[in-house]
């Protein structure tokens, strides 16, 4: 191995605390890595990550159910991420997608603007009740957000919100490159739990229809194209994950990224309409999502290395989108950037269903918080990263209004 290949350690805390000068040298010196071990292909390049996201030769980010039983084994976890839309190729996928795809259209979650805004400022009022004036934004408010409206689309019940972060967080191996056999073991326990939760509440729908999108799921079933038992549990649980972890690491990222650049910040204090643009430019520049994989279905090559069918292959947005070759002064978090072609919603089939509603609801709720807190600020100096390479999110984000 030369340096530069021990430089990217997933598992270093030092690299993924800042892992982008290591991937700047990964870009110049060895843009694609060989792991024959994994195996795995990994790429640093936006050209290359932007390729392997649209390429029809490669599908299903989680891999055959070979690859995902050598990852995940046969248990819960494996049943619950490899029924779901993201473990399916077309046609099947396209099947599964469409049955939910409707409630998530730019048409449908720009009509939820006033819902998500009313969400935002009543979070907000609860955690300022009394006077307070010190939070954890990352955990009281960003949390809160995305969960209360996805699973409002849904019709969760607020209850279940607490107990499915944790469970979701348990089941961070479904989408880990390479998860640890602990990580598995728990992910198992989790997707147990997440999916009985989940089925009991489908069960409740098909007894007593509500005015939700898991009861038009259910009266779907009967339907052609709609989902099986299986799926239905699957995909909703992917839809209450999805929906709310990374768009909670956004928002979270976004404040922060701001607050570490006053300037920027000064930006949206000036016009409060300059938050969609930060919210854009913290999608290139601190992605929630590091990296996205892909299933080799047919022989590709990348950098002059053939790539197998069965392989994985990994594009490292959070690379993808500082490359110099695309991004003029990427190490620079702008808010004025127009439209960076970040890669951290993925590409083609499987390109991410919540894109609208997560822009919409980070946008309004950045928005929000500069607006009625002019003095926010940091409340602590040392803020910490999580310890998953993966997802890209605060611990905390201590504040001070
Ligand atoms: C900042 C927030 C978000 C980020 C960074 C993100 C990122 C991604 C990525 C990278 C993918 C895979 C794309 C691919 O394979 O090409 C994906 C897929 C998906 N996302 Fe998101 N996502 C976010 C928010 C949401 C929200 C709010 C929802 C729904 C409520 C959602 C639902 C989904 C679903 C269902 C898929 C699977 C799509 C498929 O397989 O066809 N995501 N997302």
Redesign the pocket.
């Known amino acids: 191995m030369t340096d530069v290949a021990t430089a990217f350690n997933i598992f270093d805390p030092v690299f993924k605390a800042n892992p982008y000068p290591a991937y700047c040298r990964l870009r110049a010196e060895l843009p694609v890595i060989i792991d024959q071990h994994a195996p795995i292909c990994w790429l640093f390049r936006h050209a290359d990550c932007e390729e392997a ?1 649209r390429d029809p030769r490669l599908g ?2 989680l891999g055959s159910p070979e690859v995902l039983a050598r990852k995940l084994g046969e248990g819960p976890a494996a049943c619950y991420i490899g029924t ?3 473990a ?1 190729n077309p046609p099947q ?1 396209t099947r599964q ?1 469409r049955a ?1 795809s409707k409630a ?1 259209t730019a048409k449908a979650v720009e009509a939820m603007r006033e819902q998500v805004m009313a969400k935002v400022n009543g979070l907000l009022d609860e955690v300022t009740a009394g006077g307070r004036k010190e939070f954890d934004l990352a955990n009281e408010v960003a949390y809160r957000i ?1 969960i209360s409206v ?1 699973c409002g ?1 849904l019709g969760v019940p607020t209850e279940h919100h607490d107990r499915f972060r944790s469970l979701i967080e348990e089941n961070a191996a479904v989408v880990e490159p390479m998860p640890t056999p602990e990580q598995v073991v728990m992910a198992d326990k989790a997707s147990g739990e997440l999916m009985d939760i989940v089925a009991g509440l489908a069960a409740e729908r098909r007894v007593e229809p509500r005015d939700d999108l898991l009861s038009v799921l259910v009266a779907q079933q009967g339907e052609e194209g709609g989902l099986t038992d299986q799926e239905l549990v699957a ?1 909703v649980s ?2 209450i994950a ?3 972890c ?2 909670m ?2 928002i979270g990222n976004t404040i922060y990224t701001l607050l570490r650049h006053p300037d920027q910040l000064d930006l949206v204090r000036a016009d409060p309409a300059a938050a969609a643009g930060a919210v854009e430019e913290t ?1 290139r520049y601190e ?3 590091m990296s ?1 994989p ?1 299933s080799v279905l047919e022989p590709v090559s990348f950098g002059g290395h053939d790539v197998p069918v069965g392989w994985m292959v990994i594009a490292v ?1 959070g690379s993808a989108n500082r490359d110099e070759t695309v991004f003029d002064r990427p190490d620079e978090f702008d808010i004025t950037r127009p439209s960076p072609r970040h890669l ?12 609208p ?2 822009r919409i ?2 946008e309004l709720a950045v928005r929000t918080i500069v607006t009625r807190f002019p003095d926010l600020r940091l409340a602590a100096d040392d803020i910490e990263w999580l310890d998953n390479f993966n997802v890209r999110g605060l611990k905390e984000l201590p504040v001070a209004v």
Do not use: K, N
């Open positions: 996201l299903s980010p779901s839309m993201l399916r996928h997608r939910v998530f995305p996805v689309m995909d992917l839809l999805a929906g709310f990374s768009t690491q956004l999608l992605p929630p999502v996205w892909r947005i951290t919603f993925g590409g083609a089939v499987h390109y991410c269903l919540g894109a509603l997560a609801e980070a």
